[in-house]
């Protein structure tokens, strides 16, 4: 069989073959948190120290399982820019929910991103976490 430098064909279908096993088992997913935001009745300090507890546990064990990638948490101001360019101040509030923020994490499976997202403490106070798969661009 005729090599190429010092590879064999073999040695590069292997490695092509181990790349392609890898995208498979390293997809990502998205976790978009949504809740409804109250000014009617705000979280007093203890409760916010408690949430933030929770959160630092629930992002903390999916570092410790090496399949965070990334998380951000959304302020409560910002913009609008719609189709003809224009400006709206404020955020997005749809269904009365608005989006919190996001992490993206390593998972085999939707399913697997799935149970993740069900420890999220968002699910404490009434909100939502969808889930989505990644796609490259």
């Known amino acids: 069989m005729a090599r190429i430098g010092s590879l064999s064909p073999y040695t590069f279908v292997s490695s ?3 790349k392609q096993m ?3 088992q ?3 997913f998205m976790l978009v948190f949504r809740f409804e935001p109250s000014n ?3 979280p007093s300090e203890a409760e916010l120290m408690e949430m933030h507890q929770q959160w630092g546990i629930f992002i903390g064990n999916i570092a410790i399982q090496e399949k965070l990638v990334s998380t951000y ?3 409560f101001e910002g913009k609008q820019v719609a189709s003809d ?3 709206k101040e404020g955020i997005h509030i749809a269904e009365a929910q608005t989006l919190g923020g996001n992490m993206v994490v390593k998972a085999n499976t939707i399913d697997e ?3 993740i997202a069900k420890n999220c403490p968002i699910l404490l106070v009434g909100g939502t976490v ?3 798969e990644i796609q490259p661009m």
Do not use: D, I, W
């Open 85 to 87: 360019k224009s400006v």
């Open 113 to 115: 991103a799935v149970e």
């Open 26 to 28: 390293s997809n990502e």
């Open 40 to 42: 009617s009745n705000p």
């Open 73 to 75: 948490q959304l302020g």
């Open 130 to 132: 969808e889930v989505r």
């Open 22 to 24: 890898n995208m498979v």
């Open 16 to 18: 092509l073959t181990l």
